[in-house]
């Protein structure tokens, strides 16, 4: 089935970095597109970055574009999203997402690793 | 951007009733790219139904999706205590692969 196991969260000062990991395990990895989901304290899923599975194609949403990078290592069956410039509306939950096999559907959720962005 | 439009924002209801959410898209969203999650306090989200009508695997057939072009509609046909959650929608069919605000159903 597959499992997604978020780390790197923390919190942080506006302006600050932070490198998200994604650790994947139970799947070949690199046939899979990932994606990276983000939500606020009580508030809904807000999209955030897709990268296909051999790396080639990525996205954006435009609330990041420009601040966020995400990349992948298949090797290490890993996925990455790299926040730079953060800001306080950046604070969330960030998951890490898989597209299900030919599904187009988000099939596995990570648990999630949170961000804080705080003076 | 297509912007998904869920209705309504809550529905109170009682288990063993009959749940109807409806997901508005702002332009065409292909039938295959569009999926309902459930999301229950402090869980990771849970993908229910994709290419607007498939049960994904381990889904009940209490839940049915259905709909096309701009109009989708995700159906509880009797509530059981655990399907008290937010529902989302969301397409993938262009970028950015929005979510709709969600729509509780509570109790």
């Known amino acids: 089935e597959g499992q997604l196991v978020e780390s790197g969260g923390g919190l942080v000062q506006p302006g600050e970095s932070l490198r998200l990991s994604c650790a994947t395990s139970?799947?070949?990895?690199?046939?899979?597109?990932m994606n990276w989901v983000r939500q606020a304290p009580g508030k809904g899923l807000e999209w955030i970055s897709y990268i296909s599975a051999g790396g080639g194609t990525i996205y954006y949403a435009d609330s990041v574009k420009g601040r966020l990078t995400i990349s992948r290592d298949n090797a290490k069956k890993s996925v990455f999203l790299q926040l730079n410039s953060l800001r306080v509306e950046d604070t969330a939950v960030y998951y890490c997402?898989?597209?299900?096999?030919?599904?187009?559907?988000?099939?596995?959720w990570g648990q999630g690793t949170m961000v804080t962005v705080s003076s | 951007e297509i912007v998904l439009t869920q209705s309504p924002g809550t529905l109170s209801l009682s288990p063993g009733d009959r749940a109807t959410l409806s997901c508005r898209a702002s332009?065409?969203?292909?039938?295959?790219?569009l999926g309902w999650y459930q999301q229950k306090p402090g869980q990771a989200p849970r993908l229910l139904i994709y290419g607007a009508s498939s049960r994904a695997t381990g889904i009940p057939d209490r839940f049915r999706g259905s709909g096309s072009g701009t109009d989708f509609t995700l159906t509880i046909s009797r509530l059981e205590p655990e399907d008290f959650a937010v529902y989302y929608c969301?397409?993938?069919?262009?970028?950015?692969?929005?979510f709709g605000p969600g729509t509780k159903v509570d109790i």
């Open positions: 332009q065409s969203v292909s039938s295959s790219q």
């Open positions: 969301h397409q993938y069919t262009t970028p950015p692969f929005t």
């Open positions: 139970g799947f070949t990895f690199s046939r899979y597109e």
């Open positions: 997402v898989r597209d299900g096999w030919k599904l187009d559907a988000f099939d596995l």
